[in-house]
């Protein structure tokens, strides 16, 4: 069981930035392949950026390429750096996990994810 927690969420102005943290409570960086979703109001869960085992491959959606940037560093810990950040990216943010032994066949999928943190809001105003 791999509870996860999120943090750095908040409210900014469009163009500007933020910084999304999941803490894991086991060592993830290796032994699990980790995503950040986002889920609006009235809308379905999306997936925003995924990242395999030890730091890669890398996926992310269209909308979000070169906006948006996933890392994991070498313990427990899953970033998203969110830049020119838009109105259109208000939503629920959340990170998810799947054990590396599992199929990870569709990265951006939620699907693909067993565990999942509680989220944190991002709003952005125009």
């Known amino acids: 069981q791999v509870q996860l927690v999120e943090s750095g969420g908040g409210s900014v102005q469009a163009g500007g930035s933020l910084r999304l943290s999941c803490v894991g409570s086991?060592?993830?960086?290796?032994?699990?392949?980790m995503g950040w979703f986002r889920q609006a109001p009235g809308k379905e869960r999306e997936g925003v950026a995924a990242?395999?085992?030890?730091?890669?491959?890398l996926y992310y959606a269209d909308s979000v390429k070169g906006r948006f940037t996933i890392s994991h560093d070498n313990d427990k810990t899953l970033y998203l750096h969110m830049n020119s950040l838009k109105p259109e990216d208000t939503a629920m943010y959340y990170c998810?996990?799947?054990?590396?032994?599992?199929?990870?066949?569709?990265?951006?999928?939620?699907?693909?994810?067993?565990?999942w943190g509680q989220g944190t809001q991002v709003t952005v105003s125009s």
């Open positions: 998810a996990a799947r054990w590396y032994g599992s199929r990870w066949t569709i990265p951006l999928s939620p699907v693909n994810y067993d565990y």
């Open positions: 086991v060592y993830t960086y290796s032994n699990y392949f």
């Open positions: 990242i395999g085992r030890g730091g890669g491959p």
